[in-house]
């Protein structure tokens, strides 16, 4: 009776162990499911941001300059194009320039 008592008691547990462990892997998956969510809605909101501020950028550039971003970009483009060399040392240049601005104490 008790050799009875103990399998039935082990099968109990064991039956217990696969439902808790069930539920927690079902727990799991919908947390997952949660964050993956929250982190697509956080992904949404912040390219909805940066194309806003995007928007805003260019047109103060065209307000100020006369001419919008893709002009710009264009001429920039043609620009290293026709002068590599000197594109890479303009580009050398302000890189250090920006390093001695941005690591002022």
Same mark, same amino acid.
């Given at each position: 009776?008790?050799? =009875?008592?103990?399998? &039935? ?8 162990? =696969?439902? $808790? ?6 727990? +799991?998956?919908? +947390?997952?499911?949660?964050? *993956? @969510?929250? %982190? #697509? @809605?956080?992904?949404?909101?912040? &390219?909805?941001? $940066? *194309? #806003?501020? +995007?928007?805003?950028? &260019? !047109? *103060?550039?065209?307000?100020? !300059? ?10 920039? =483009?043609?620009? $290293? #194009?026709?002068?590599?060399? #000197? %594109?890479? +040392? ?6 250090? $320039?920006?390093?001695?601005?941005? %690591? =002022?104490?």
């Amino acid at each position: 009776m008790d050799e =009875r008592r103990l399998e &039935n008691i082990g099968d109990t547990a064991q039956r217990s162990a =696969r439902r $808790v462990a069930g539920d927690a892997q079902e727990m +799991a998956s919908r +947390a997952s499911l949660y964050a *993956q @969510e929250r %982190a #697509q @809605e956080m992904a949404d909101r912040a &390219n909805s941001y $940066v *194309q #806003q501020r +995007a928007r805003e950028a &260019n !047109t *103060q550039l065209a307000r100020l !300059t006369g001419r919008g971003a893709e002009s710009w970009m264009k001429d920039a =483009r043609r620009f $290293v #194009q026709d002068h590599p060399l #000197q %594109a890479i +040392a303009l580009t050398i240049g302000l890189g250090f $320039v920006l390093g001695k601005i941005l %690591a =002022r104490d």
